[in-house]
Each structure stands twice: as structure tokens, then as C-alpha cells.
């Protein structure tokens, strides 16, 4: 059990970070624009939210009885998407990237 429950966090922690880290639309479909908006970026991070949730689902369903959950419950796990997001964040919009240097 607790493999399927690590599982779930490595993937949202892939899931909350990969629409910052690439420049093409949920990492397949290339965009004619340079870069994406921040809120394409952020929509992309909603249904990775809701793609991991459902995963977590399958995989809860697969090792037992699914119990209920109230709001509170996906108010955490929203919660904890988003600060899993924030270093993907902190790379795309506040780390200074530096030019290549020329060899």
C-alpha cells in the first residue's frame, strides 16, 4: 500500500511541474508561439491535477475498498499540487537564466 501511495506523490509532484518545464502543450503538441502563457500553463496544471487524482483512484480501488472524500479532502490536495508546482515556477519565471556562453 504504501508503494501505490508514493507512487501518486512522485507523480503529481512530474504532474505539477512538467507544464512549466517544456514549452509544448501537456508536453506532446508544440505550439506556433515561443513560449506558453501563464495561463495555459496553469490550466495544464488543472487537469494534470485531475489526471493524477484519478490515477490515485485506480490505484486506491486496486488495492481495497474506495472510501469517501469530502471537500477538505480535495481542498489538501489541491493545496499540495500547488506547492508541489512552485519549484517549476521558480524555474520558469523567477530564475535569471543566463545566455549560453559562446565556445
Known amino acids: 500500500m504504501s508503494a501505490g501511495g508514493t507512487l501518486v506523490i512522485l507523480l503529481a509532484v512530474l504532474g505539477a511541474n512538467l507544464p512549466f518545464v517544456n514549452q509544448r502543450l501537456f508536453g506532446i503538441v ?3 508561439r515561443g ?3 501563464l495561463w ?3 490550466i495544464e496544471m ?3 491535477y485531475f489526471v493524477v487524482g484519478a490515477l490515485g483512484y485506480l490505484i ?12 477538505e479532502f480535495y481542498a489538501v490536495t489541491a493545496s499540495l499540487f500547488v506547492v508541489f508546482a ?3 515556477f ?9 545566455p549560453a ?3
Open 35 to 37: 513560449s506558453k502563457p
Open 30 to 32: 508544440a505550439l506556433k
Open 60 to 71: 486506491e480501488s486496486g488495492i481495497g475498498n474506495v472510501f469517501a472524500q469530502g471537500w
Open 86 to 88: 512552485f519549484p517549476g
Open 101 to 103: 556562453a559562446a565556445a
Open 46 to 48: 488543472v487537469v494534470a
Open 90 to 98: 521558480v524555474y520558469r519565471y523567477l530564475w535569471r537564466h543566463r
Open 40 to 42: 495555459l500553463r496553469l
